[in-house]
């Protein structure tokens, strides 16, 4: 009988070869299990299972006590920035640290603004133009959509 690591050897090689995302084999004294499908991926059946979102806007609107004492802005010209994808958005590069951005801060072209986390990845989100942060338009932690707001900024 062969030595189990050179059929184990093999088994990688056809799963290669035909390009198999997963690959089983039990016999009575073993089991075998192989997939190419990264854990990250894996996982991912279990975010439907998040309470349902039916739409952006609640998400990205502040409550009418939130804006009672904040002035009306005008945001025809300014520009916003956008959630690239699904997932969590995090203000901060880490527990301890202090946000990326301030309302009336200015920000470079290429500047972080903020994270979205998507199956377990840290995506830093950056400013495509320059200009001052006049409204955060998510909460820390939150889930956000794909095209969602996340920043109004004013042009400079």
Same mark, same amino acid.
């Given at each position: 009988?062969?030595?189990?690591?050179?059929?184990?050897?093999? +088994?990688?090689?056809? #799963?290669?070869? $035909?390009?198999?995302?997963? $690959?089983?084999?039990?016999?009575?004294?073993?089991? /075998?299990?192989?997939?190419t499908v990264?854990?990250?991926?894996?996982?991912?059946?279990?975010?439907?299972?998040?309470?349902?979102?039916?739409?952006?806007?609640?998400?990205?609107?502040?409550?009418?006590?939130?804006?009672?004492?904040?002035?009306?802005?005008?945001?025809?010209?300014?520009?916003?920035?956008?959630?690239?994808?699904? %997932?969590? $958005?995090?203000?901060?590069?880490?527990? !301890?640290?202090?946000?990326?951005?301030?309302?009336?801060?200015? #920000?470079?072209? %290429?500047?972080?603004?903020? /994270?979205?986390?998507?199956?377990?990845?840290?995506? !830093? /989100?950056?400013?495509? !133009?320059?200009?001052?942060? #006049?409204?955060?338009?998510?909460?820390?932690?939150?889930?956000v959509q794909?095209?969602?707001?996340?920043?109004? +900024?004013?042009?400079?």
């Open positions: 009988m062969k030595n189990i690591v050179e059929t184990t050897s093999e +088994i990688l090689e056809l #799963v290669k070869e $035909f390009e198999l995302e997963e $690959f089983e084999l039990e016999t009575k004294d073993s089991r /075998i299990k192989l997939s990264p854990l990250s991926q894996r996982a991912a059946p279990m975010i439907p299972q998040q309470s349902p979102i039916t739409s952006a806007a609640p998400l990205a609107a502040p409550s009418p006590a939130e804006n009672s004492s904040a002035p009306e802005i005008d945001d025809s010209d300014l520009i916003t920035i956008s959630s690239p994808m699904v %997932g969590t $958005f995090y203000r901060k590069p880490g527990p !301890e640290k202090p946000a990326y951005v301030e309302i009336g801060q200015r #920000v470079a072209p %290429g500047q972080a603004v903020c /994270i979205i986390e998507a199956m377990k990845l840290m995506n !830093e /989100i950056k400013a495509d !133009e320059g200009g001052k942060i #006049v409204k955060i338009l998510a909460k820390n932690e939150e889930t794909e095209g969602q707001p996340l920043f109004l +900024i004013e042009a400079e």
